[in-house]
C-alpha cells in the first residue's frame, strides 16, 4: 500500500555501490507546459557526467519520452536509457532493443480529433505509444480519460497509462520497473544497491522492484507513494546529487594509525 506524504524520510547518502536510476520530467527537470518546452539546468549535464564516472557508469535515466529525446536535451552526454517506459532500452555498452510498435492509427485518429475539437489539448506521437497531454486543459481530464479508454477497449494489446496531466496509450506488460529490472542483470548495474528516483505513478512500478532488492526508492514532489523516501522537488533532487557527487569524490578518510597505548607495568 502506498504510504502517504508525511511518512516518507530523506534519502540516505548515494552509496559508492549504487546503480542509479532516475527520471526525466518533473525528477531531473522541472515539468513544463510542452514536452518541449523543458528548461535543463546549466550544471546538470556536468553533473550527471560525474556521477556516471564516480558509479562506474552505474547510471541510467528511466523516462516516459523517446530516447532520441532524452539524447537532445542532454547532449553531448549519452547514458544508458530506457524510453517510452521501456519500450526503448539503450545499456551501456549503446546496444539498442525496441519492442515493435503495435498499430497505433486509430488511437493517434481518435486523439487528434479530440485535440481539434478541444483547445490545449496536445498529442505526441512516440515510437510505440500515444500520448494526449491536457497540461493546458486540465479541465479536460474526464473527457481524454473516457476518449482514450473506449479506444483501447476491445484490444487487449493495449493499455492507458495515467500520468501528470497526460493519458497514454502503449503496449501491454511494459514499464519501468521491467526496464530497471532489465539493466539489473547487466554490467555495470548488476551486483549494486539500486536507487531509482521518480515523480509520477508511472514512476511506482520502479519502486517496486529496487525496495524488495535492498534499494532505495525515492518519490520526488507531493503524493502517496510506494517508495520509502521523498524529495520535495527537481530543485531538491539537484542539491542531493550534487551532495552525493561531492561525497562520492572526496578522498577516503585516512586510517587511524595511532598505536595502541600500552598499559603501565607494574614494578617488578
Not at 556516471?52 to 544508458?80: E, N, T, W, Y
Not at 473516457?146 to 487487449?156: E, N, Q, V
Not at 529490472?181 to 548488476?190: L, S, V
Amino acid at each position: 500500500m502506498p504510504k502517504s506524504s508525511s511518512n516518507l524520510q530523506l534519502p540516505p547518502p548515494l552509496g559508492r555501490d549504487a546503480a542509479l536510476f532516475l527520471d526525466f520530467d518533473g525528477t531531473l527537470v522541472g515539468l513544463a507546459p510542452t514536452p518541449e518546452a523543458i528548461e535543463i539546468p546549466p550544471a546538470l549535464v556536468p553533473l550527471l557526467s560525474d556521477l556516471r564516472d564516480l558509479l562506474g557508469g552505474a547510471l541510467a535515466v528511466v523516462s516516459g519520452r523517446q530516447i532520441d529525446s532524452i539524447d537532445r536535451f542532454l547532449a553531448p552526454l549519452r547514458l544508458p536509457a530506457a524510453g517510452e517506459h521501456g519500450v526503448q532500452r539503450r545499456d551501456a555498452k549503446g546496444h539498442m532493443q525496441e519492442q515493435r510498435a503495435p498499430d497505433l492509427l486509430p488511437i493517434l485518429d481518435i486523439a487528434n480529433e479530440l485535440a481539434r475539437v478541444h483547445e490545449g489539448l496536445l498529442v505526441e506521437r512516440k515510437h510505440a505509444a500515444i500520448a494526449l497531454h491536457y497540461r493546458l486543459a486540465p479541465q479536460l481530464e474526464a473527457v481524454c480519460r473516457d476518449a482514450m479508454s473506449r479506444a483501447i477497449a476491445h484490444d487487449p494489446q493495449l493499455e492507458l497509462m495515467h500520468g501528470k496531466f497526460v493519458f497514454e496509450v502503449k503496449p501491454a506488460g511494459i514499464n519501468k520497473g521491467i526496464a530497471i529490472d532489465a539493466f539489473m542483470t547487466e554490467a555495470p548495474f548488476a551486483g549494486r544497491t539500486p536507487v531509482f528516483l521518480g515523480d509520477d505513478t508511472t514512476d511506482e512500478s520502479g519502486f517496486a522492484i529496487v525496495q524488495p532488492r535492498g534499494g532505495i526508492a525515492v518519490k520526488v514532489g507531493s503524493g502517496p507513494s510506494l517508495a520509502l523516501h521523498r524529495l520535495e522537488s527537481p530543485r531538491a533532487v539537484y542539491e542531493w546529487l550534487v551532495q552525493a557527487r561531492d561525497l562520492l569524490a572526496a578522498p577516503p578518510a585516512p586510517a587511524d594509525k595511532t598505536p595502541p597505548t600500552e598499559s603501565p607495568r607494574s614494578p617488578g
